[in-house]
């Protein structure tokens, strides 16, 4: 008598369901089709990756002046105080808009003025308009103040150092990989596991010869190769029309692949959670959405995290959407490795132990 092949029935169940998905318009549509769409509104824009103004202040700076206090103090202005060789790679990298040099002027009669001096990089030209309009209206702030009548205490200079362009869609597309794979991921596993449950799919399944485990590891297999597929598809289409940047190329590619499938796997923890804890149909968007909703805006997705109030940045940076994104951006603009990613990944790996920890706990046959 043959044996029963449990590999062979597992990869049938993965065949089958991954077929399924691919027949489901919704699951192509926000998968695929509807990241896509926000690529090219997104990519059509233009603009920089950030709206908020991070800036470092230059080891060279003359800081015993109302200027440079003024500038320290300003709400509109993040300051890095990093050592001065971090803040020339942050520069580099786009991820400072730009190196304050404050120096001092000695005027003919008696008053000293001031050269703001700011080094930007080309990887971050686009916020400098806005870096440049809070420095003058700091300075004609203190020109009311100290000497209305006088020249002005300062003037503002700029000075450019190549750098890596910075384009909207190397923030965007990052982004828009952790939005497709949240969704599909909380919501289909949590639907489908519902739903063969409920039709006791899942228990004549149990009662077949193929173990258990291999049911649910053919289901998920699909909606991996399913999610994989997306995110080739949507990094290969940001690559090839608008030029988003692989810092190291196919590596890069490899590393951002290898990194959405942790966050992947994270996600459709979430989606077993909630198949095992909702009542009924009705109640699994509320329970997604309250999962999902926040992260979409507070994990940086469509915006900047640097821009909400500091007072909750460490929630924002325990999110696992924060995470995912942030070292998705990471590997492809600034050429990170995995490995220099180890906070992020340690955070979806927390994220992901007590999720799994708690979905088997949950998990239902019938």
């Known amino acids: 008598m043959q044996q029963y092949s449990q590999l062979k029935a597992m990869l049938a169940i993965t065949k089958a369901s991954l077929i399924a998905i691919f027949r489901s318009p919704q699951s192509v549509f926000f998968g695929i089709f509807f990241p896509i769409v926000l690529i090219v509104i997104f990519g059509a824009l233009g603009g920089g990756g950030g709206l908020s103004v991070d800036v470092g202040i230059d080891s060279k700076s003359d800081t015993s002046n109302p200027v440079y206090a003024s500038i320290k103090n300003s709400p509109l202005l993040n300051i890095n105080d990093a050592r001065q060789d971090t803040l020339e790679d942050l520069m580099n990298k786009g991820r400072l808009t730009a190196l304050i040099q404050i ?5 003919a009669n008696g008053a000293d003025t001031y050269d703001v001096h700011l080094r930007s990089s080309s990887a971050n030209q686009l916020q400098l308009p806005a870096l440049q309009s809070v420095l003058n209206g700091i300075i004609s702030t203190l020109d009311k103040k100290i000497h209305p009548e006088q020249t002005s205490i300062a ?11 910075y384009k909207a869609i190397d923030f965007y597309l990052p982004g828009m990989i952790g939005f497709s794979l949240i969704g599909l991921a909380v919501f289909g596993v949590a639907f489908l596991f519902f739903n063969l449950r409920e039709t006791l799919v899942l228990k004549r399944l149990y009662s077949s010869p193929i173990n258990r485990l291999n049911i649910i590891l053919g289901e998920t297999l699909a909606r991996v190769i399913f999610q994989m597929i997306t995110v080739f598809v949507l990094i290969l289409f940001g690559r090839f029309c608008y030029h988003f940047t692989l810092a190291r190329g196919a ?6 692949v290898i990194v959405s499938l942790l966050g992947l796997i994270v996600f459709m923890g ?8 909702a009542k009924n149909q009705n109640i699994i968007p509320i329970y997604s959405n309250l999962f999902m909703f926040p992260q979409y805006f507070l994990s940086g997705s469509f915006f900047p995290t640097s821009i909400l109030p500091k007072s909750i940045h460490w929630l924002i940076e325990a999110l696992p959407l924060t995470a995912l994104n942030d070292s998705l951006r990471k590997i492809s603009f600034e050429g990170a490795s995995i490995f220099d990613c180890w906070a992020q990944l340690g955070i979806l790996l927390g994220w992901g132990i007590v999720i799994y920890f708690i979905a088997v706990k949950t998990f239902k046959w019938e």
Do not use: A, C, L, P
């Open 103 to 107: 120096n001092k002027i000695s005027g």
């Open 155 to 165: 003037t503002v200079s700029v000075e450019e150092v190549q750098g890596r362009e």
């Open 251 to 256: 590596i890069t590619f490899i590393d951002m």
């Open 270 to 277: 979430v989606g077993f959670v909630i198949s095992g804890v």
